[in-house]
C-alpha cells in the first residue's frame, strides 16, 4: 500500500529574462491515460505513440497490467498494449495503487464496476483525501459493489464488479470527465445503451476515444452548455494507434512563464486546441497576452497548433463560471498571470478546485499571499488583486502534493523580485516529468 513517503525536494525559481526557443510539452494526461485503459479493453495490438510518461500514467499501466494486459514500452513515448477484451479481465492480486492520480483511478473504476472482478484501489495521501463517492453512486447503478470503503467513501476501497452490468441513464451531479468516463467505461460491457448527461460539456477524450477504437458513441447538445452521450454496449473494439497530441494543461506553464517574464519569445509545437480544454488561452487573449496561433493542423484525431507567445502587459479580466471545465486544471497558472495583471481577475465557480490534488483555492491564495499578492475568495470566486508587474516574491508556496500548485509557484518565482521557492517538487513528475529540464532549455532559473 502507498503512502509515497519521499523526502520532500525543495526547488527555488529565481528572476530569468528572455525565456525563447522552441519545445513540445509531453503527450496529453487524459489522453495516455485512456490509451492505455482502451488497450486493455481490446483484443490485439494497440500501439500509443507520445504517450506521456509521467507517474500517473504508469500507474495506469501498471493497473493495465494487473488487470491482464501486456503493456511494453518500446521507445521513448511508444508503448505496446496488448488487451484482454470487453468481458476478459482478470482479477488483480494486489491492491491496485494509484498513487497521485484522480483520473487514473476513476477511469479503472469503471472498468472494474463493469466486469465480474473484484479490486481495492488505494493511492497516496493526496489521494486518500479525494471524494469518490461521486464515482461510486451511477457504479453501484449499475450493478456494482462496494465491499469495503474508508469514511466518506475514499480510498482505499473495494469494487466487487457487477456479474451482469445494467446500462444506465445518468447526469452528472458536477460537471466532470471522470465521472462521464467511468460511467461509460461501466457501460462499455452493459447490453444495450449507456447514456450520460452532463449540464455543462467536460473533455471529450474519452468518446472521441472510444469512437476511434470502432464503439458506437452519439453526442447531441443538452440544454445551453450541456451535452448528452449515448454509448452502445459490448462492441467488438478494435486495436487501434493512438498519437498522442501535446497537453495543453501542461503547456500552460512555459506558456504563462513566457508572458510574464520580459522580453521573452518562444514556440510550443504541436499544442492540443480542443476546445474543451483551451479556456485559458481564450482568458489570456483576453487578458491582452500575445499569443499567435501557426499552422494549425490535425494529429492524432486532435486540432493542435505551434503557439507563439511573447511577453507583455496584462490587464485584469472576469472569468466566466460557465468556462471552468474547459481550464479546470489551469486555474493555479492563471492565477498567476493574473498577479502580474493589471486590476483585479475575478475567477467564478471554482468549487471543483476545492476537491484536486489539493485545495487548489487555499493553496492558491496561500502561494499568492507568500508572494506579497492580495486575493480574495468569496464563496466559490477567487479574486485576485493585480500588482501591475511587479510583484515581490521572497516567500515558500506550500505544494500539498500538488503538481499544478509546484509548477505554477516557480513559474511565478520567473518573474517576482526575489526567489519564490516552493517546498515540494516532487509531485511534477506525475504530469510532467521534464518540466525542470525543458524549462531550463528555455533559460528559466530553477533550481
Ligand atoms: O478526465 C480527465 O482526464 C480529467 C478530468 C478533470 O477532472 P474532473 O473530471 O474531476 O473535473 C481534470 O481535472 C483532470 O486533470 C483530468
Ligand atoms: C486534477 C488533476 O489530475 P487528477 O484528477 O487525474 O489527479 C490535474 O492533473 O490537475
Same mark, same amino acid.
Given at each position: 500500500m502507498s503512502a509515497h513517503a519521499q523526502a520532500p525536494a525543495p526547488l527555488t525559481a529565481r528572476r530569468s529574462e528572455k525565456l525563447s526557443g522552441r519545445i513540445r510539452v509531453p503527450g496529453d494526461k487524459s489522453i495516455s491515460h485512456r490509451a492505455m485503459i482502451l488497450g486493455l479493453l481490446t483484443v490485439g495490438e494497440t500501439r500509443v505513440e507520445g504517450l506521456l510518461e509521467g507517474e500517473d500514467v504508469l500507474r495506469t499501466a501498471d493497473a493495465a497490467r494487473a488487470l491482464g494486459a501486456m503493456v511494453e514500452r518500446t521507445g521513448? !513515448? #511508444?508503448w505496446r498494449v496488448r488487451g484482454v477484451g470487453i468481458g476478459g479481465l482478470v482479477e488483480p492480486r494486489d491492491v491496485l495503487d494509484f498513487g497521485n492520480a484522480g483520473t487514473g483511478s476513476r477511469l479503472m473504476m469503471g472498468v472494474v464496476a463493469g466486469h465480474p472482478v473484484t479490486a481495492t484501489f488505494d493511492g497516496d495521501a493526496s489521494l486518500r483525501k479525494r471524494p469518490m463517492r461521486r464515482i461510486l453512486d451511477p457504479l453501484v447503478r449499475m450493478g456494482a459493489e462496494i465491499v469495503s470503503e474508508a469514511e466518506g467513501g475514499r480510498c482505499p476501497l473495494t469494487i466487487r464488479g457487477a456479474r451482469e452490468t445494467i446500462p444506465i441513464?445518468? &447526469?452528472t451531479p458536477v460537471p466532470s470527465a471522470q465521472i462521464k468516463s467511468a460511467v461509460l467505461l461501466a457501460g462499455l460491457n452493459a447490453p444495450g445503451t449507456t447514456t450520460v448527461i452532463e449540464r455543462e460539456a467536460s473533455r471529450d477524450h474519452t468518446e472521441?476515444?472510444?469512437?476511434?477504437? !470502432?464503439a458506437e458513441v452519439a453526442v447531441e447538445p443538452a440544454g445551453e452548455h450541456g451535452r448528452r452521450v449515448t454509448l452502445v454496449g459490448q462492441p467488438e473494439l478494435r486495436?487501434? %494507434? %493512438?498519437? %498522442?497530441?501535446a497537453d495543453p494543461s501542461s503547456a500552460a506553464f512555459p506558456l %504563462?512563464?513566457?508572458?510574464?517574464?520580459p522580453d521573452s519569445d518562444l514556440v510550443l509545437e504541436g499544442v492540443m486546441i480542443n476546445p474543451l480544454r483551451s479556456g485559458l488561452l481564450t482568458t489570456l487573449v483576453e487578458m491582452g497576452a500575445d499569443i499567435t496561433f501557426l499552422d494549425r493542423r490535425e494529429e492524432g484525431g486532435e &486540432?493542435?497548433?505551434d503557439l507563439r507567445i511573447r511577453a507583455g502587459a496584462l490587464r485584469g479580466v472576469d472569468v466566466?463560471?460557465?468556462?471552468?471545465? #474547459?481550464m479546470i486544471d489551469e486555474y493555479p497558472v492563471l492565477a498567476v498571470a493574473a498577479a502580474f495583471a493589471s486590476g483585479d481577475t475575478r475567477m467564478r465557480g471554482l468549487h471543483e478546485l476545492r476537491v484536486k490534488e489539493s485545495d487548489r483555492l487555499a493553496a492558491v491564495a496561500a502561494g499568492l499571499a507568500a508572494a506579497g499578492v492580495d #486575493?480574495?475568495? &468569496?464563496a466559490d470566486d477567487l479574486i485576485v488583486h493585480g500588482t501591475g508587474g511587479r510583484v515581490r516574491g521572497g516567500g515558500t508556496a506550500a505544494t500539498h502534493l500538488d503538481h499544478r500548485i509546484a509548477m505554477a509557484f516557480l513559474v511565478m518565482g520567473l518573474a517576482t523580485e526575489k526567489p519564490m521557492k516552493v517546498d515540494d517538487g516532487t509531485m511534477i513528475a506525475t504530469s510532467f516529468p521534464t518540466f525542470v529540464p525543458l524549462m531550463r532549455g528555455l533559460g528559466a532559473d530553477i533550481a
Open positions: 521513448p !513515448g #511508444s441513464t445518468y &447526469e472521441r476515444m472510444l469512437r476511434h477504437f !470502432g486495436p487501434a %494507434v %493512438v498519437v %498522442v497530441p %504563462v512563464a513566457a508572458l510574464i517574464a &486540432e493542435v497548433a466566466p463560471a460557465a468556462r471552468a471545465p #474547459s #486575493s480574495t475568495i &468569496e
